[in-house]
């Protein structure tokens, strides 16, 4: 089954990224089983060039979390021990853009043990 991204949700991934390098951008992802709805931006988010930490005290009460979103300016977009980690505690949807951001080919999806899932752009 794959996971299904709103053209809003994804286009605004891919320029969150572009706009946070050199730097890492992250980001939960709000939405239902395998349907993304919008990307939660955290306050107190800290982006550095190998990380983006969360402040989990600022995740409203109604999160409805279902996976992290994050960008990679390395160019790679395989999960780190540290990203697996972090996607065990938030959901099952776990979005990575890689450096240059342009496009369906600079993301990819992965669940919380690190396979490969299909990714769906929706209107």
Excluded: W
Aim: with cysteine; aromatic share 10%; hydrophobic share 40%.
């Amino acid at each position: 089954m794959p996971i299904l991204i709103p053209l809003s949700v994804f286009e605004l991934f891919l320029h969150a990224s572009r706009s946070a390098y050199p730097n890492e951008f992250g980001a939960l992802i709000r939405g239902e089983g395998a349907k993304v709805k919008e990307l939660l931006l955290l306050p107190g988010t800290i982006q550095g060039k190998s990380f983006a930490s969360f402040s989990m005290h600022m995740l409203p009460i109604d999160s409805k979390a279902i996976g992290v979103a994050h960008s990679h300016p390395s160019g790679s977009f395989r999960p780190s021990e540290a990203d697996l980690h972090m996607f065990s505690k938030y959901g099952n949807v776990n979005l990575i853009a890689k450096y240059p951001y342009r496009g369906l080919d600079d993301i990819a999806c992965y669940n919380r043990t690190g396979e490969r899932q299909e990714i769906e752009i929706i209107e």
